[in-house]
């Protein structure tokens, strides 16, 4: 699905992301997890378009991405959830859902049958579907980014730091609700997190970013019972 190739990136003259290499499979849920600094965003952003590698590859089911802008990138199904949810606050819920359909030719019956499955996912949502982006709680924008990036039809769903902020109640919900997602809409995720834990807990594979390169990768079971990891981003339990 997605196949990134020894990519290099720069912020003027500092190299941020030092030939990294990874991939994600049709079925995955692959988790980058690493600390402040570590590159993490600056991944997302040029698998978005947002940032251009200075060498190195992007294939998206085959095709070579890098370079292209984002315009271009999120018709071919690369849909990202970003840091912060940037929903639009003075759109009503359901008016925000309606934004994210843009790229998608849908027939009313399909527009409807898209936006019901996430209602289900998030039955809040629902219940303010009237209700300004900017009135709910953070939890709530959370749902409603992931929400709006669900209607979009993704072939691949990418998330920059979804619990950021948010309560441990609502984090645990949010990451249920991601499994689900993965799980009956079939889309592959990839997920960049500080909370390495819950990202380690439901990923089929993950990735370790240090200082802009990758420092290990495996299964989230195998990092989970890593004693490196354990200390450095567990707590040390």
Do not use: W
């Amino acid at each position: 699905m997605l196949e990134i190739d020894n990519i290099q990136v720069s912020y003027g003259e500092i190299e941020v992301l030092h030939g990294i290499s990874m991939s994600v499979n049709e079925s995955d849920r692959v988790a980058v997890i690493g600390a402040n600094g570590a590159g993490k965003s600056t991944l997302m952003k040029t698998i978005m378009g947002l940032l251009t590698p200075k060498a190195g590859k992007i294939l998206f089911k085959g095709e070579a991405i890098q370079g292209l802008k984002p315009h271009r990138i999120v018709p071919k199904g690369i849909v990202l959830v970003p840091e912060g949810r940037k929903i639009f606050p003075k759109l009503t819920v359901r008016e925000n859902l309606e934004m994210g359909a843009y790229t998608q030719n849908y027939t009313k019956p399909e527009f409807n049958l898209r936006l019901e499955q996430c209602y289900d996912i998030f039955p809040r949502l629902k219940e303010r579907a009237n209700q300004h982006g900017g009135t709910l709680s953070g939890g709530e924008q959370q749902m409603l980014a992931i929400s709006r990036a669900i209607m979009g039809d993704p072939k691949l769903l990418m998330l920059d730091e979804p619990s950021l902020g948010l309560a441990p109640v609502i984090m645990d919900e949010v990451f249920e609700e991601i499994m689900r997602i993965s799980n009956e809409l079939k889309v592959p995720i990839l997920l960049v997190e500080q909370n390495a834990y819950s990202s380690l807990e439901i990923c089929t594979k993950a990735y370790v970013l240090e200082l802009g390169k990758i420092y290990k990768e495996g299964t989230g079971d195998e990092l989970l019972n890593d004693p490196a990891i354990i200390n450095a981003y567990l707590g040390g339990s």
